[in-house]
T-cell receptor, first 114, second 115 residues
Framework: GENVGLHLPTLSVQEGDNSIINCAYS??????FIWYKQESGKGPQFIID?????DKRQGQRVTVLLNKTVKHLSLQIAATQPGDSAVYFC?????????????FGKGTLLTVNP | AAGVIQSPRHLIKEKRETATLKCYPI?????VYWYQQGPGQDPQFLIS???????DKGSIPDRFSAQQFSDYHSELNMSSLELGDSALYFC??????????????FGSGTRLTVV
């Protein structure tokens, strides 16, 4: 897929602030979405997911919002901590197309300053 | 809790050599997926297997092949390696079938460096 090379979007926040990471997805038929956190040299770690019949889902310190009209997904992290520093990816799945393939969006590098 | 196990963690190969990457899914997970992630890029889907049969194929070069065995582990075989194959290779597993199934979990990856 297309990519922007080595230049990831970045978000820098102070410890304790709330963070909002955005993602635009491409396939209007996608019906399942996941946010992953990836630390350097590690595999993507599941944070939270949402199905297309919902527009909001909350977890522990995280909230995912889905706007199907504009194909936009966001991840809100409350009271951001230094341990939240990582690259965050959204991923989409179209179960009617391929039930097996996740398509990842461009990652966002979150840096939390103590 | 058991996770997805990948081996080796690091692998260095020369151009035109072959490499085999292994993936051991979470117990009772019947579906395995392979992804390739270049430096600074998002993971790209390569191939998936459900119950030992190929279930979907993405942007996997013809030089690569994969299979899932009776114990559900999977191997990704890469031949005629090129410098551009240098990347992190992730395996993920889930149950039941499909990406929206239960527990879609990634392993820690194999870092392949082709020199």
């Amino acid at each position: 897929g297309e990519n922007v090379g080595l230049h990831l979007p970045t978000l820098s926040v102070q410890e304790g602030d709330n963070s909002i990471i955005n993602c635009a997805y491409s396939n209007s038929a996608s019906d399942y979405f996941i946010w992953y956190k990836q630390e350097s040299g590690k595999g993507p770690q599941f944070i939270i997911d949402i199905r297309s019949n919902m527009d909001k889902r909350q977890g522990q310190r995280v909230t995912v919002l889905l706007n199907k009209t504009v194909k936009h997904l966001s991840l809100q992290i409350a009271a951001t901590q230094p341990g939240d520093s990582a690259v965050y990816f959204c991923a989409e799945n179209d179960s009617g197309g391929s039930n097996y393939k996740l398509t990842f969006g461009k990652g966002t590098l979150l840096t939390v300053n103590p | 809790a058991a996770g997805v196990i990948q081996s080796p963690r690091h692998l260095i190969k020369e151009k035109r050599e072959t490499a085999t990457l292994k993936c051991y899914p979470i117990p009772r997970h019947d579906t395995v997926y392979w992804y390739q992630q270049g430096p600074g890029q998002d993971p790209q889907f390569l191939i998936s297997f459900y119950e030992k049969m190929q279930s979907d194929k993405g942007s996997i070069p013809d030089r690569f092949s994969a299979q899932q065995f009776s114990d559900y582990h999977s191997e990704l075989n890469m031949s005629s390696l090129e410098l551009g194959d240098s990347a992190l290779y992730f395996c993920a597993s889930s149950r039941p079938t499909g990406a929206s199934g239960y527990g879609y979990t990634f392993g820690s990856g194999t870092r392949l460096t082709v020199v």
